[in-house]
């Protein structure tokens, strides 16, 4: 049976763990923890041009240096294409799923931002590795329940219109793969950035089209740099220095606008217990809101 509240933290290994995915780990592992339920550790690895040697093991030491412990065994979307290709048959089986070798320059060019594609792509092979694979999106309105930012809503048969669900080279688009996963680990909740704040409506989406139910969300502020960027791999955000792990906790705390402390703790499970009790999602500075019909 599974648990009433089941999270996840479900990080990309393209690199080791910077300040922004810690606070987004600690987020998660409080809300669940506070919440009763069980929360999951996912190494979304289904990218293997952009997986850097090494990452995974140094996320995982990363974590239990912070104490952030996760429940159950670990999975790994690498081992998971058999689901992936089920949901596809199933896309397909319904009239949802087509080929489409066009690049985002030839729709936006073509004006398709919404639904189609500018040349005769549907006659296309699906099953051929190098024929990249679209779900076509339904029309009308989609909400996505955020807990701290309310309804989103968007027309994704607009925009982004019919989006990719297997890229080209038969690699798996990261919509499938995160719908798939989600529903098949039973989760509940899903706490991130808001830098995935758009790509919770069409998960969405996608998922009605599947039969699944959606979770419900909860979309963090993002960390910056002093340009004003998104803390990133691809930027080449410093990775979090296990040695001071303490006190990376402390700083995604007051990151996540949580209340002070008025005692510094002696160790990490002494802050991790003050911090499941004290969680709160209102206290958490508001990420901008998305997308409105």
């Not at 995935?196 to 998922?207: G, K």
């Not at 303490?246 to 606008?257: E, I, K, M, Q, Y």
Request: charged share 20%; glycine share 8%; net charge neutral.
């Amino acid at each position: 049976m599974a648990a009433q509240y089941v999270g996840r933290f479900a990080p990309s290994p393209s690199g080791p763990l910077h300040f922004g995915s810690l606070a987004t780990a600690l987020a998660s592992f409080l809300d669940a923890r506070q919440n009763r339920g069980h929360w999951l550790l996912r190494i979304e690895d289904i990218d293997p041009p952009r997986e850097v040697s090494g990452a995974t093991d140094e996320i995982i030491s990363a974590l239990i240096c912070h104490g952030l412990q996760w429940d159950g065994e670990i999975t790994r979307q690498s081992e998971r294409s058999d689901l992936y290709d089920r949901a596809l048959a199933e896309l397909h089986r319904n009239g949802h799923l087509y080929a489409c070798t066009c690049t985002r320059k030839q729709l936006r060019a073509a004006g398709k931002s919404g639904p189609g594609c500018p040349q005769n792509c549907k006659s296309l092979d699906l099953a051929h590795e190098d024929n990249p694979l679209r779900v076509a999106v339904p029309s009308g309105c989609v909400t996505a329940n955020d807990l701290l930012l309310g309804a989103q809503i968007a027309r994704v048969d607009e925009d982004p219109g019919d989006f990719l669900v297997r890229r080209r080279g038969g690699l798996y688009a990261y919509q499938l793969a995160v719908v798939v996963d989600d529903y098949h680990q039973q989760v509940t909740h899903v706490v991130r950035g808001a830098d995935l704040l758009d790509n919770s409506p069409r998960q969405v989406a996608l998922a009605g089209l599947l039969g699944y139910p959606a979770p419900r969300y909860l979309h963090l502020p993002l960390a910056l740099d002093d340009t004003g960027r998104k803390l990133s791999k691809q930027t080449g955000a410093r990775p979090i220095d296990n040695n001071s792990a303490l006190d990376n906790l402390l700083s995604a705390w007051t990151f996540l606008g949580q209340i002070a402390l008025q005692a510094r703790p002696q160790n990490i499970a002494e802050f991790l217990q003050f911090a499941v009790g004290r969680w709160s999602r209102q206290l958490l500075p508001r990420a901008n809101s998305a997308i409105c019909c």
